[in-house]
């Protein structure tokens, strides 16, 4: 069904929205988008727009020229691209990187972050789970494991327990979260520091990874989870496979409730969306056709 549906119909009249990032030929923005807009009856198109890090500037110069409504931006532009916007959304300068952009009426550019509305979205949705007042534990301090922390701050959490393998990651994201709430406890631990990461699970709310590891049948999750509470619930950013390791390792542990990244990822998308048309989307459809993909359905 997605394949019909996804098909675009170009006029003289379309409004343009694009994906700028570096190496984008997996994306699965064109058909999630395409398909909403087909559906929805409106006169838009969504195009990949890879761009080599010399030309990102005269990018963003270029969707102002062409009158895009606007874009999404993915790596490794996320940050670079702020100094070259007018003004950025509260969770973008939380994060410190923006996804989103919308070209406004006056041509100016307004910069979003949609990954904590897309994270906060997914586990409530699916988990039941509000971050506030829990403890919360995140693997990963990159771009992923910045916006889950920061959306659990933000969300008023108890403690944040942040693992990674880079020190000065670390401590940057450490720094940023206490800068933001005096009210969360924020903790951080280097990835072979197993007793004190164990202690942290054996009474934890939510546990989050936010790397790549776990992506393949044979690995093992980025942390031992043999220890984990087992009325946690299990949030893992990788999509690209239904259960990961780190999934798997809790459920086998005794965790009933865990999840992959689909839905942060439709959500996030559908904020999007949103932004630049001022429309709600359906999100089920949106999450049929990025399944028919990924897992060739």
Known sequence: MHKETETAIIRGTTRLIGLIGRHISYTLSPPMHNTMFRTMGLDYVYVPL?????????????????????????????????????????????IGAVNTVKVEDDGSLSGYNTDIYGFLQSVNE???????????????AGGAGRAIATGCVKQGARRVVLVDIVAEKLQSLKKDLEALSSSTEIVSYYAGENKKIESELSSIDLVANATPVGMNPEDEPPIPLNVINTQAVVFDAI???????????????????????????????????????????DVSLMRQVVESHIYKE
């Open 50 to 94: 890879p761009v080599e890090p010399d030309h990102l500037k005269d990018a963003i110069a270029g969707i102002r020229a062409l009158n895009f409504v606007g874009v999404n931006v993915t790596i490794p532009y996320k940050e670079e691209v702020i100094p070259l916007l007018d003004r950025i959304s509260e969770d973008a300068t939380d």
């Open 126 to 140: 699916e988990l039941e789970f509000d971050p506030r007042d829990k403890r919360v534990l995140v693997i990963g």
């Open 239 to 281: 999509y690209a496979v239904r259960e990961t390791a780190t999934m798997r390792s809790a459920r086998l542990a005794g965790c009933s409730a865990t999840i992959n990244g689909i839905g942060m990822l439709v959500h996030q998308g559908a904020k999007g969306f949103e932004i630049w048309t001022g429309k709600k989307p």
